[in-house]
């Protein structure tokens, strides 16, 4: 099965982004994302809302990802769709999408876990290197921040995650605190390249083994700035980009913290990150900087397969595929699916 071309139609619809994607054998041919600028006046993503998006966006965005690829819809294999986790409103749109296609061109259906996705991103053959096994995946997004151990394509252990909230919301509370506009995470990293990064000390949770605490740091954020707004009122603008390269230069160095540590107690020296907040520049940077001084060898996905999109559902629905792991018409999306 794996010696021919496998062409698959991959939907991503697991939060405010709908995506659909063609990807021939690990090649993509075309990724078709559609945002939505409704929640902006929000300051967050609102589930109704976004589920009604998703049904106004998936038909044409389907649509022009088969028109870019070049692909006629009886060429396609199978159609790989995100199962979950995520909104389930949103999940529903695509995964009823999914199945409908499917059955109507009589082919098969790949159920994907999102959070798999994010990880196999690594392996979409766009001229960047991809991770040897084993490797660990660090994988920081808005609802997400895990540590992964993967042996395989197919075979992936959480050995680290968060225990009560993901660093994204520690940078969506951030740029709410501050009054930015949603989404706050790429703005905190612009204004932070600006700031001095150890201007503000906020306290760092002191959590055993490779799991992660990030609410008793958005709590500190609070009040450090509450206590110097009482003698700096306007102290959230003053010191709007030291607040920001402070918060930070925080987060990344709790995320490295672990994945040092487990990196080092485990003997691996293939060392990734992943997912929407792997977008972030000190992020990156920091990745690389560690990982000269550790003697890692790092990866991270091209910019455009961090936040979520449908190639990295169409990635990972590939190598189901090659294992013959279809799904059923009685298939349902799952808001909490287990990874």
Same mark, same amino acid.
């Given at each position: 099965? !794996?010696?021919?071309?496998?062409? @698959?139609?991959?939907? +991503? ?9 063609? #990807? ?6 075309? =990724? ?7 929640? +902006? ?24 990802? %088969? ?20 909104? $389930?409103?949103? $999940? ?27 990880? %196999?991103?690594?392996? @979409?053959?766009?001229?960047?290197? !991809?991770?040897?096994?084993?490797? $660990?995946?660090?994988?920081? !997004? ?45 703005? #905190? ?17 002191? @959590?055993?083994?490779? =799991? ?21 009122? =306007?102290?959230?603008? +003053? ?33 990734? #990150? ?40 169409? @990635? ?17 999306? $799952? ?5």
């Amino acid at each position: 099965m !794996s010696e021919k071309s496998v062409i @698959i139609l991959a939907i +991503e619809s697991s939060c405010d982004d709908t995506s659909a994607a063609i #990807i021939k054998n690990k090649t993509i041919l075309s =990724n078709i994302v559609a945002g939505q600028s409704v929640h +902006e006046q929000y300051g967050g993503v609102v589930p109704e809302l976004a589920s009604r998006a998703h049904q106004q966006n998936i038909v044409p965005v389907v649509d022009t990802a %088969l028109k870019k690829a070049g692909i006629s819809p009886d060429e396609i294999n199978a159609i790989a769709f995100t199962r979950g986790p995520g909104l $389930l409103g949103s $999940l529903l749109v695509g995964t009823s999408f999914a199945k409908s296609m499917a059955l109507g061109l009589q082919i098969p259906l790949v159920e994907v876990n999102h959070m798999h996705g994010h990880v %196999l991103a690594h392996f @979409i053959e766009d001229g960047t290197p !991809s991770p040897a096994f084993p490797f $660990l995946c660090l994988t920081v !997004s808005g609802g997400h921040t895990q540590i992964v151990h993967v042996t395989s394509p197919t075979e992936m252990k959480i050995i680290g995650e968060t225990i009560d909230d993901a660093a994204g919301e520690a940078f969506d509370k951030t740029a709410k605190i501050l009054n930015l506009p949603y989404p706050g995470g790429p703005l #905190i990293d612009k204004y932070a390249q600006m700031g001095n990064p150890k201007a503000f000390t906020f306290s760092k949770p002191r @959590i055993d083994g490779y =799991n992660f605490s990030f609410s008793g740091l958005k709590t500190s954020i609070l009040y450090t700035i509450q206590k110097l707004e009482k003698e700096h009122p =306007n102290i959230r603008k +003053e010191a709007l980009y030291d607040i920001c390269a402070s918060v930070q230069h925080t987060i990344v160095e709790i995320l490295f913290d672990k994945l040092t540590k487990a990196a080092t107690e485990l003997g691996i020296k293939e060392v990734a #990150i992943a997912g929407g907040v792997s977008a972030n520049s000190l992020l990156r940077s920091e990745l690389e900087r560690i990982g000269k001084t550790k003697g890692w060898n790092t990866y991270i996905p091209r910019f455009e397969y961090c936040t979520d999109n449908a190639a990295m559902i169409g @990635i990972a629905g590939y190598y189901e595929y090659l294992q013959g792991r279809f799904a059923d018409q009685s298939v349902a999306p $799952l808001a909490r699916l287990a990874f």
